[in-house]
């Protein structure tokens, strides 16, 4: 159990730093070459840009941090399922703040924060830890592996890899 509020511990440190991405960027552009007098569609391109930048970043975060004994050697793979889990979440905050704001009638941008920023990130947050620690990183999917220098064990009473003809030939004989 440890290990696990340690994981969710750097997942949520990560996870600060891709908010801090998103909310950063969507300002910058927000308020400047993306503003709606410069383009009608302006902040929903900003969104989409500092959303884009948010997951990128997170992704590298929770592969080599949260989840780095267990990240996988495909990692293409792992980024398409990561980047479909994220976008998984963020359909979570749009639709709390659909049914806030259309369903509900709390259209004021105190209530549009709330519904999508505290609602929508708590419960997206806990559907992308939910699925990036039982799909995307999970512990049954093959690992990428790191070789350590030779003749350094890879766990105590493990031997460490043959890395040349004759050693490999010794080891199969014992």
Request: net charge positive; aromatic share 10%.
């Amino acid at each position: 159990m440890r290990a696990v509020i340690a994981q969710f511990g750097r997942f949520g440190l990560v996870g600060l730093v891709g908010l801090a991405i998103d909310v950063g960027v969507f300002n910058l552009l927000r308020l400047t070459v993306l503003s709606p007098e410069a383009m009608h569609e302006g902040p929903v391109i900003a969104k989409i840009i500092s959303t884009s930048l948010a997951i990128v970043a997170n992704w590298l975060g929770n592969r080599y941090w949260t989840f780095g004994k267990v990240r996988r050697p495909h990692w293409i793979l792992e980024a398409a399922e990561f980047a479909l889990v994220s976008i998984g979440g963020m359909l979570i905050a749009l639709g709390c703040l659909w049914i806030s704001h259309y369903a509900l009638g709390y259209t004021s941008a105190f209530a549009d924060n709330v519904s999508t920023n505290v609602v929508g990130l708590v419960l997206g947050t806990a559907f992308r830890f939910t699925f990036y620690r039982l799909w995307v990183f999970g512990e049954h999917r093959p690992r990428a592996t790191r070789r350590p220098p030779v003749g350094v064990p890879h766990h105590v009473g493990e031997r460490a890899p043959a890395h040349d003809g004759a050693a490999r030939e010794a080891a199969r004989s014992l």
